[in-house]
C-alpha cells in the first residue's frame, strides 16, 4: 500500500479521543489456514527444482478456436484443452515426464499416465483435478473427460493425485509470466501465461506476434535442464502445428 494511502502514526496522537474508561479490543488473531497445506509442505522438503522459460506462437490455437466456435458454438473446445492435448502428446515423447516419484523417493515410468489440471477455488484455495488415463483417450473423449474432471472439482470433488505433470494458468488475470512450484509425486508443473505480442526473430529480421509463455518448473531428481528443454520445445512445437484432430486420426502429425 502506497505512503498515501496509510495514516501516520503522529496523526493518531491528534485524534480527539472520547474521555471516561476505554475497553481495549481484543487482540486475539484469528487463525489463518495456510495457502499451501502441510502435507505439501512436507513432500516439497526434497525437491530440487528448476525452471525454464519459452514463448510459443498462438496463431494455430486461435484458428482452431474460431473454426470449432464456429462449427459447435458453446460446446467448442476451449484452448484451455487443446493446451492440455499438445501437452499429454509432447508426454507420449518424452519418458521423463512419464514418470512419478513416490514417498520413498523411488522412480517409476509408465507408457499410460493422468493429466493434471490446477483449479482455483473460492477463498484462494487451489486443487488439481486428474484426467486419469489421458494418454489412452481420443480426442472427444478426452475434451469430455477435461470438462467433466475440472467441473467435478470445482465442486469440491478430490482426486487421487498421481498427475505426471500439472497445467496451471492465470492467464485470466493478464499474468504472461511464473515460476510454479512442482509437488511430488508429479515431476513438472506447466504454467501457460496469457496471449500477448512479442517480437521474434523471423530469417534476418524481426516481427511481432501473439504468443503465450510456457514456463516448466521441473524436479531436478528426475530430469536434467537438457531433457526438460526439449520437452517444453515439443509442447511448443504441438501448440503452434495444433489441428483439432479428425475422428479416424486422433493426434497431432509427427
Same mark, same amino acid.
Given at each position: 500500500?502506497?505512503?498515501?494511502?496509510?495514516?501516520? +502514526?503522529?496523526?493518531?496522537?491528534?485524534?480527539?479521543?472520547?474521555?471516561?474508561?476505554?475497553?481495549?479490543?481484543?487482540?486475539?488473531?484469528?487463525?489463518?489456514?495456510?495457502?499451501?497445506?502441510?502435507?505439501?509442505?512436507?513432500?516439497?522438503?526434497?525437491?530440487?527444482?528448476?525452471?525454464?522459460?519459452?514463448?510459443?506462437?498462438?496463431?494455430?490455437?486461435?484458428?482452431?478456436?474460431?473454426?470449432?466456435?464456429?462449427?459447435?458454438?458453446?460446446? $467448442?473446445?476451449?484452448?484451455?484443452?487443446?493446451? *492440455?492435448?499438445?501437452?499429454?502428446?509432447?508426454?507420449?515423447?518424452?519418458?521423463?515426464?512419464?514418470?512419478?516419484?513416490?514417498?520413498?523417493?523411488? =522412480?517409476?515410468?509408465?507408457?499410460?499416465?493422468?493429466?493434471?489440471?490446477?483449479? +482455483?477455488?473460492?477463498?484462494?484455495?487451489?486443487?488439481? *483435478?486428474? =484426467?486419469?488415463?489421458?494418454?489412452?483417450?481420443?480426442?472427444?473423449?478426452?475434451?469430455?473427460?477435461?470438462?467433466?474432471?475440472?467441473?467435478?472439482?470445482?465442486?469440491?470433488?478430490?482426486?487421487?493425485?498421481?498427475?505426471?505433470?500439472?497445467?496451471?494458468?492465470?492467464? $485470466?488475470?493478464?499474468?504472461? *509470466?511464473?515460476?510454479?512450484?512442482?509437488?511430488?509425486?508429479?515431476?513438472?508443473?506447466?504454467?501457460?501465461?496469457?496471449?500477448?505480442?512479442?517480437? =521474434?526473430?523471423?530469417?534476418?529480421?524481426?516481427?511481432? $506476434?501473439?504468443?503465450?509463455?510456457?514456463?516448466?518448473?521441473?524436479?531436478?531428481?528426475?530430469?536434467?535442464?537438457?531433457?526438460? +528443454?526439449?520437452?517444453?520445445?515439443?509442447?511448443?512445437?504441438?501448440?503452434?502445428?495444433?489441428?483439432?484432430?479428425?475422428?479416424?486420426?486422433?493426434?497431432?502429425?509427427?
Amino acid at each position: 500500500v502506497s505512503d498515501a494511502g496509510t495514516v501516520p +502514526a503522529s496523526a493518531d496522537r491528534g485524534l480527539s479521543l472520547p474521555q471516561g474508561k476505554i475497553t481495549p479490543r481484543s487482540t486475539s488473531p484469528a487463525t489463518i489456514e495456510p495457502a499451501l497445506s502441510p502435507t505439501i509442505t512436507r513432500k516439497l522438503v526434497h525437491v530440487i527444482p528448476a525452471n525454464l522459460q519459452i514463448d510459443a506462437r498462438w496463431d494455430a490455437i486461435r484458428k482452431e478456436r474460431y473454426a470449432a466456435k464456429r462449427k459447435n458454438g458453446k460446446h $467448442a473446445p476451449s484452448p484451455s484443452v487443446m493446451i *492440455a492435448w499438445a501437452v499429454m502428446r509432447a508426454m507420449e515423447k518424452h519418458p521423463p515426464f512419464r514418470r512419478l516419484i513416490l514417498e520413498d523417493e523411488r =522412480i517409476v515410468e509408465n507408457e499410460n499416465f493422468d493429466l493434471g489440471i490446477a483449479v +482455483a477455488l473460492e477463498g484462494d484455495r487451489l486443487a488439481t *483435478a486428474v =484426467i486419469v488415463d489421458a494418454s489412452k483417450k481420443t480426442w472427444p473423449d478426452f475434451v469430455k473427460a477435461y470438462n467433466e474432471t475440472v467441473d467435478a472439482t470445482r465442486r469440491g470433488r478430490v482426486d487421487a493425485m498421481n498427475a505426471r505433470v500439472v497445467i496451471t494458468s492465470l492467464g $485470466a488475470f493478464g499474468v504472461k *509470466a511464473g515460476a510454479p512450484i512442482v509437488v511430488p509425486p508429479s515431476v513438472g508443473t506447466l504454467f501457460i501465461g496469457t496471449a500477448h505480442r512479442e517480437l =521474434i526473430p523471423n530469417g534476418k529480421k524481426s516481427e511481432s $506476434a501473439e504468443v503465450i509463455t510456457l514456463s516448466l518448473t521441473f524436479d531436478h531428481r528426475v530430469v536434467n535442464g537438457a531433457g526438460a +528443454a526439449s520437452f517444453a520445445n515439443e509442447i511448443k512445437n504441438q501448440i503452434e502445428r495444433f489441428k483439432v484432430p479428425a475422428p479416424e486420426k486422433q493426434s497431432v502429425s509427427a
